[in-house]
Nanobody, 129 residues
Framework: HVQLVESGGGLVQAGGSLRLSCAASGLAFSRYNMAWFRQGPGKEREFVAVIRWSGDTTYYADSVKGRFTMSRDNAKNTVYLQMNSLKPEDTAVYYC??????????????????????WGQGAQVTVSS
């Protein structure tokens, strides 16, 4: 039974920082590319960042580039999203997602939510102005 569990969300003032974590179980974690998506109020789910199974390659949405950093620890089956210089428009539920790395070999083309087979329950991030 695959589980992805996000944690670390909360309320922060604009300009502040948060770090999200996503702990995975029930899958061979090092064989999966991992991603973060978010869904704001009244909006569609959108891509935030993706990291290759090996941790050596990451891609970011233009809206978060330079402010967010995604990383992973394969020994702990966990991915992270360090979010700095937060803005009110970053307010959303943040989801982590997993895709098989043997099928999707080019993470740069992995911004479509439909390419991910496993999802977490989400973590709320609220940025006040």
């Amino acid at each position: 039974h695959v589980q992805l569990v996000e944690s670390g969300g909360g309320l922060v003032q604009a300009g502040g920082s948060l770090r999200l974590s996503c702990a995975a179980s029930g899958l061979a974690f090092s064989r999966y590319n991992m991603a973060w998506f978010r869904q704001g109020p009244g909006k569609e789910r959108e891509f935030v960042a993706v990291i290759r199974w090996s941790g050596d390659t990451t891609y970011y949405a233009d809206s978060v580039k330079g402010r967010f950093t995604m990383s992973r620890d394969n020994a702990k089956n966990t991915v992270y999203l360090q979010m700095n210089s937060l803005k009110p428009e970053d307010t959303a539920v943040y989801y982590c997602a997993a895709q098989r790395a043997d099928i999707y070999t080019h993470v740069g083309a992995s911004s479509n939510p439909g390419l991910y087979g496993y999802w977490g329950q989400g973590a709320q991030v609220t940025v006040s102005s």
